[in-house]
């Protein structure tokens, strides 16, 4: 009980950190030198949401008061502060700063918001002109059946009342060619048509569109194609009515012709001469691969098959190294300029996700993967992106530069997130890059409350130079962001950690460890392994392996040799149970997903919050009785599914809501629709409630599975629950389910962790 609550103590500190400055860190006492954080396997790291919502974050309009130094720092609650001299002192580089005149009257009771202790998290409404407000560029896949197009249609003309009215949008369609609409021209529609098999160069592309003329139509060349929604709903609203399927005259054994790499070169050359370095969004809906052009994904012969993983495994994707070579520098050109892309890709079929993903990673834009445009997933995800906050702006952050500074002692080695470098180089930046690395600033294009950056760190403090007791270390995140209304906005978290006492051995880090952070670090460095460097599954699960095994016989209690006395810290007792279930997770395991659906579940690893990553890594399981009126947790075990519950399993992607025999049964008799039996009406009615809080509340909107016990649906909870009981095991008691699978149950996992853990 006292380890319990201990650990319910640490947890409730770490949920406090994640509330007030939304960043948790895998060790909250940091190892004193390298060799010290190298024992300790896990590396020093966070997880940090820039745009994390919290009403008592404070918001003041003025100009920061930055350290004269070469760091940079912005004053904050850790600074050392002479008020007599008005003098504060940099917690960074050491470096004396006198205040500003405007600061003449602070005194140790009369505090401005940055030093005061509780606000380690401020927001500066910059005092600059306004920028301008955002582009909206839909890019729109025609090359669909109408049964397809329509509810598409339906979607983007319900987006134009979400979206702000001074925002300005524009439109690209493209099949066969790419047709850039003129929405000034208010006689009738127009649009400019492009070669949808060549790539077109970006002076071209700025040619034929007229830019760069030296005559007066040329001055307000961008305005034709771009406009204010208010200046041009009712054409824009006319051209996406009239909007018909791609007239293709094409072979029963071909795919339609799609030139989506074109398109987005198109889109991205557009929005770099008339809006460069501005906020915009290229917003891109596809129900299908690209099948003509640059960034091709398969031919138009449907003799040929799209990639599988087997193929890419092989070396047998012929087409996918060229086709990511050509998204990832179109993502250099968007992010360069602060432009995001987006990618809702519908199709029961493969669209290419897989090669288009560069731009998503690089550009910090959002991807959506469905059956459908007609589908919940679609239209509620779609919505759910122009929420609003309580001041009327858009959910969402535009054109963001994000920069780190720390103290002397560590080292920054990069982040795995969606971000692009900047290429800022100093003596706080590693050579021992993870992620994007080798610079102390990334360019985030877009953001939004759940957008979430590992940040890997180095200590670089050697053990023959002891770090002075009571020292603290220090680490400033600044982001510098556009709001929907064109506010620049700059966002300082300065967080201040310990030095772990040496001479308190590893309690002094065991007892301050973030096993839930430290999981979904390591679940992001795995993914990125096997995303972006193309490692084998099989090195990285050993890797994961290894690591374990290490963590473990650093930091548990044993007798070498002797198995029975292991026993890990209150702290680490979930960790292992993390390790196994991200190693049958769908970040890892490639098994029954198509590359695209593997690649979408990847990105969403790698930009979402830890409570999210951690539901993708273990999904959370909860049982409805009839004896209990609230729903309840439950082991993610195989003994947990009984034929009189409810069950409702949430991996993040998948809600399924497993009814066990009985109880389907009785629904199936049609008793909960007899008034003496509303309690069974209310037990099947039940997990509603939360199905429709996730509607309103996630994104991207999972997808909503109903499965009865023994029926074929099931197969999305059995595959995920830890196999107590197998075929190959005695069975269990009275309504135990039978998992076949060859995978080891969680008990076996760790009397093996065990085992090697102890070993002399």
Same mark, same amino acid.
């Given at each position: 009980? =006292?380890?319990?609550?201990?650990?319910? &103590?640490?947890? +409730?500190?770490?949920?406090?950190?994640?509330?007030?400055?939304?960043?948790?860190?895998?060790?909250?006492?940091?190892?004193?030198?390298?060799?010290?954080?190298?024992?300790?396997?896990?590396?020093?790291?966070?997880?940090?949401?820039?745009? !994390?919502?919290?009403?008592?974050?404070?918001?003041?309009?003025?100009?920061?008061?930055?350290?004269?130094?070469?760091?940079?720092?912005?004053?904050?609650?850790?600074?050392? $502060?002479?008020?007599?001299?008005?003098?504060?002192?940099?917690?960074?580089?050491?470096?004396?700063?006198?205040?500003?005149?405007?600061?003449?009257?602070?005194?140790?009771?009369?505090?401005?918001?940055?030093?005061?202790?509780?606000?380690?998290?401020?927001?500066?409404?910059?005092?600059?002109?306004?920028?301008?407000?955002?582009?909206?560029?839909?890019? $729109? &896949?025609?090359?669909?059946?109408?049964?397809?197009?329509?509810?598409?249609?339906?979607?983007?003309?319900?987006?134009?009342?979400?979206?702000?009215?001074?925002?300005?949008?524009?439109? *690209?369609?493209?099949?066969?060619?790419?047709?850039?609409?003129?929405?000034?021209?208010?006689?009738?529609?127009?649009?400019?048509?492009?070669?949808?098999?060549?790539?077109?160069?970006?002076?071209?592309?700025?040619? /034929?569109?007229?830019?760069?003329?030296?005559?007066?139509?040329?001055?307000?060349?961008?305005?034709?194609?771009?406009?204010? /929604?208010?200046?041009?709903?009712?054409?824009?609203?006319? *051209?996406?009515?009239?909007?018909?399927?791609?007239?293709?005259?094409?072979?029963?054994?071909?795919?339609?012709?799609?030139?989506?790499?074109?398109?987005?070169?198109?889109?991205?050359?557009?929005?770099? %001469?008339?809006?460069?370095?501005?906020?915009?969004?290229?917003?891109?809906?596809?129900?299908?691969?690209?099948?003509?052009?640059?960034?091709?994904?398969? +031919?138009?012969?449907? !003799?040929?098959?799209?990639?599988?993983?087997?193929?890419?495994?092989?070396?047998?994707?012929?087409?996918?190294?060229?086709?990511?070579?050509?998204?990832?520098?179109?993502?250099?050109?968007?992010?360069? %300029?602060?432009?995001?892309? &987006?990618?809702?890709?519908?199709?029961?079929?493969?669209?290419?996700?897989?090669?288009?993903?560069?731009?998503?990673?690089?550009?910090?834009?959002?991807?959506?993967?469905?059956?459908?445009?007609?589908?919940?997933?679609?239209?509620?995800?779609?919505?759910?992106?122009?929420?609003?906050?309580?001041?009327? %702006?858009?959910?969402?952050?535009?054109?963001?530069?994000?920069?780190?500074?720390?103290?002397?002692?560590?080292?920054?080695?990069?982040?795995?997130?969606?971000?692009?470098?900047?290429?800022?180089?100093?003596?706080?930046?590693?050579?021992?890059?993870?992620? $994007?690395?080798?610079?102390?600033?990334?360019?985030?294009?877009?953001?939004?409350?759940?957008?979430? /950056?590992? =940040?890997?760190?180095?200590?670089?403090?050697?053990? +023959?130079?002891?770090?002075?007791?009571?020292?603290?270390?220090?680490?400033?995140?600044?982001?510098?962001?556009?709001?929907?209304?064109?506010?620049?906005?700059?966002?300082?978290?300065?967080?201040?950690?310990?030095?772990?006492?040496?001479?308190?051995?590893?309690?002094?880090?065991?007892?301050?460890?973030?096993?839930?952070?430290?999981?979904?670090?390591?679940?992001?460095?795995?993914?990125?392994?096997?995303?972006?460097?193309?490692?084998?599954?099989?090195?990285?699960?050993?890797?994961?392996?290894?690591?374990?095994?290490?963590?473990?016989?650093?930091? @548990?209690?044993?007798?070498?040799?002797?198995?029975?006395?292991?026993?890990?810290?209150?702290?680490?007792?979930?960790?292992?149970?993390?390790?196994?279930?991200?190693?049958?997770?769908?970040?890892?395991?490639?098994?029954?997903?198509?590359?695209?659906?593997?690649?979408?579940?990847?990105?969403?690893?790698?930009?979402?919050?830890?409570? %999210?990553?951690?539901?993708?890594?273990?999904?959370?399981?909860?049982?409805?009785?009839?004896?209990?009126?609230?729903?309840?947790?439950?082991?993610?075990?195989?003994?947990?599914? +009984?034929?009189?519950?409810?069950?409702?399993?949430?991996?993040?992607?998948?809600?399924? $809501?497993?009814?066990?025999?009985?109880? @389907?049964?009785?629904?199936?008799?049609?008793?909960?629709?007899?008034?003496?039996?509303?309690?069974?009406?209310?037990?099947?009615?039940?997990?509603?409630?939360?199905?429709?809080?996730?509607? !309103?509340?996630?994104?991207?909107?999972?997808?909503?599975?109903?499965?009865?016990?023994?029926?074929?649906?099931?197969?999305? =909870?059995?595959?995920?629950?830890?196999?107590?009981?197998?075929?190959?095991?005695?069975?269990?008691?009275?309504?135990?389910?039978? *998992?076949?699978?060859?995978?080891?149950?969680?008990?076996?996992?760790?009397?093996?962790?065990? !085992?090697?853990?102890?070993?002399?």
């Amino acid at each position: 009980l =006292l380890a319990m609550a201990e650990e319910y &103590d640490a947890m +409730s500190m770490f949920d406090q950190n994640e509330e007030r400055d939304g960043i948790r860190f895998s060790w909250n006492s940091w190892p004193t030198s390298k060799q010290e954080a190298q024992r300790a396997v896990i590396p020093v790291g966070c997880l940090y949401s820039p745009l !994390k919502q919290n009403p008592n974050i404070p918001i003041v309009q003025y100009e920061p008061v930055l350290c004269s130094g070469p760091c940079r720092t912005i004053l904050n609650p850790f600074c050392d $502060v002479d008020f007599v001299s008005k003098i504060w002192t940099c917690p960074f580089c050491y470096r004396r700063n006198h205040f500003p005149a405007h600061y003449s009257g602070i005194t140790e009771t009369n505090l401005t918001a940055e030093l005061i202790p509780n606000f380690t998290t401020i927001e500066y409404l910059l005092p600059r002109a306004a920028s301008l407000p955002p582009v909206f560029l839909f890019l $729109v &896949d025609t090359a669909l059946p109408a049964q397809d197009l329509d509810p598409l249609k339906e979607s983007l003309l319900m987006s134009l009342s979400l979206i702000p009215q001074n925002s300005l949008v524009g439109l *690209i369609t493209f099949g066969a060619t790419v047709h850039v609409h003129e929405l000034a021209f208010e006689a009738c529609p127009k649009a400019y048509v492009f070669n949808g098999t060549k790539d077109i160069p970006p002076q071209r592309i700025q040619q /034929l569109l007229g830019f760069g003329k030296p005559n007066a139509q040329a001055a307000r060349a961008p305005s034709r194609f771009v406009l204010p /929604l208010s200046d041009c709903e009712e054409m824009l609203e006319s *051209i996406l009515e009239d909007l018909q399927p791609d007239p293709q005259q094409r072979k029963g054994d071909e795919r339609s012709l799609r030139c989506t790499g074109v398109a987005l070169s198109v889109a991205i050359g557009l929005l770099e %001469n008339s809006f460069p370095n501005s906020a915009a969004r290229i917003m891109t809906f596809v129900g299908g691969p690209c099948t003509q052009g640059p960034g091709l994904i398969v +031919s138009a012969s449907l !003799k040929e098959f799209i990639r599988a993983h087997h193929d890419i495994s092989s070396g047998n994707a012929k087409h996918m190294a060229k086709a990511k070579k050509y998204y990832t520098e179109l993502a250099a050109r968007a992010a360069k %300029n602060g432009h995001a892309v &987006d990618i809702f890709g519908c199709s029961l079929d493969q669209v290419g996700l897989l090669e288009m993903s560069p731009l998503v990673r690089g550009t910090g834009g959002v991807i959506v993967l469905g059956d459908g445009f007609d589908t919940d997933m679609f239209t509620n995800s779609f919505t759910s992106m122009f929420d609003k906050d309580e001041t009327g %702006n858009l959910k969402m952050a535009f054109n963001a530069g994000f920069e780190i500074q720390l103290c002397k002692e560590l080292k920054v080695c990069g982040a795995i997130g969606q971000c692009a470098s900047m290429n800022k180089k100093g003596a706080s930046v590693s050579e021992s890059v993870v992620g $994007v690395g080798g610079t102390s600033a990334w360019r985030i294009c877009a953001l939004d409350p759940s957008s979430t /950056l590992a =940040l890997y760190f180095e200590v670089a403090n050697q053990s +023959s130079n002891p770090i002075p007791k009571g020292q603290k270390g220090c680490i400033q995140f600044q982001t510098h962001y556009q709001n929907s209304s064109g506010q620049r906005v700059l966002r300082v978290t300065t967080v201040c950690h310990s030095w772990a006492d040496p001479n308190a051995g590893k309690l002094a880090l065991a007892a301050n460890f973030d096993q839930e952070a430290a999981a979904v670090l390591m679940a992001r460095f795995a993914t990125y392994k096997a995303e972006t460097m193309g490692h084998d599954n099989r090195d990285i699960l050993r890797w994961l392996d290894r690591s374990l095994i290490r963590l473990s016989s650093y930091f @548990a209690d044993y007798r070498k040799g002797e198995p029975s006395t292991f026993h890990l810290g209150a702290t680490f007792t979930l960790y292992p149970q993390f390790m196994f279930h991200l190693r049958r997770s769908d970040l890892l395991q490639v098994f029954n997903n198509s590359p695209d659906e593997t690649c979408f579940k990847r990105m969403c690893g790698i930009r979402q919050t830890v409570g %999210n990553c951690l539901m993708m890594i273990q999904p959370t399981l909860e049982a409805y009785t009839l004896e209990q009126a609230a729903p309840f947790p439950v082991l993610l075990s195989s003994a947990s599914i +009984s034929s009189d519950r409810v069950l409702v399993l949430d991996t993040f992607f998948h809600v399924v $809501v497993w009814y066990g025999d009985k109880i @389907a049964d009785w629904r199936n008799q049609g008793y909960h629709e007899r008034e003496e039996f509303a309690h069974v009406k209310r037990l099947i009615e039940s997990p509603q409630e939360y199905i429709e809080m996730l509607k !309103k509340e996630r994104f991207p909107a999972p997808r909503f599975i109903e499965a009865d016990e023994g029926k074929s649906q099931a197969r999305f =909870l059995t595959a995920r629950v830890d196999p107590t009981i197998t075929h190959k095991s005695a069975f269990g008691s009275k309504g135990d389910e039978v *998992i076949a699978t060859e995978d080891v149950p969680l008990e076996v996992f760790m009397n093996h962790l065990t !085992k090697l853990a102890v070993q002399p």
